[in-house]
């Protein structure tokens, strides 16, 4: 099992970036994802996540209405549009697949129900 996060770079309060997650070594329509994120010295924080289908996701109150989950199964790759940045938005950002086979919970609002952490993409909003 593989996550790639990718797309991060340094971008201006305000602005936009498109993050974006390749899976592989497993069948992604069988497992909701989520991203994260972890900013120096602070606990990784769970900030979206999709279902399976990708017909229903969450977000975390603070990116909420700015951020969009979104998936393609058949290119194996999830995406998060990241708009009106801010310079609280700076951290890693994680993809991660969740533990439970097609299973969609509130529970997945919580970094614990992930594993398979993919390699973080780093993301810096400058103020």
């Known amino acids: 099992v593989q996550l790639q996060a990718s797309g991060g770079g340094l971008v201006q309060s305000g602005g936009s970036l498109r993050l974006s997650c390749a899976a592989s070594g497993f069948t992604l329509d069988d497992y909701a994802i989520g991203w994260l994120r972890q900013a120096p010295g602070k606990e990784r924080e769970w900030v979206s996540c999709?279902?399976?289908?990708?017909?229903?996701?969450y977000y975390a109150n603070t990116v909420k209405g700015r951020f969009t989950i979104s998936r393609d199964n058949a290119k194996n790759t999830v995406y998060l549009q990241m708009n009106r940045l801010k310079p609280e938005d700076t951290a890693v950002y994680y993809c991660?697949?969740?533990?439970?086979?097609?299973?969609?919970?509130?529970?997945?609002?919580?970094?614990?129900?992930?594993?398979?952490w993919g390699q973080g993409t780093q993301v810096t909003v400058s103020s």
């Open positions: 999709i279902s399976s289908s990708g017909g229903s996701t």
């Open positions: 991660a697949k969740s533990r439970r086979y097609h299973t969609w919970t509130y529970w997945y609002t919580s970094p614990d129900e992930y594993e398979h």
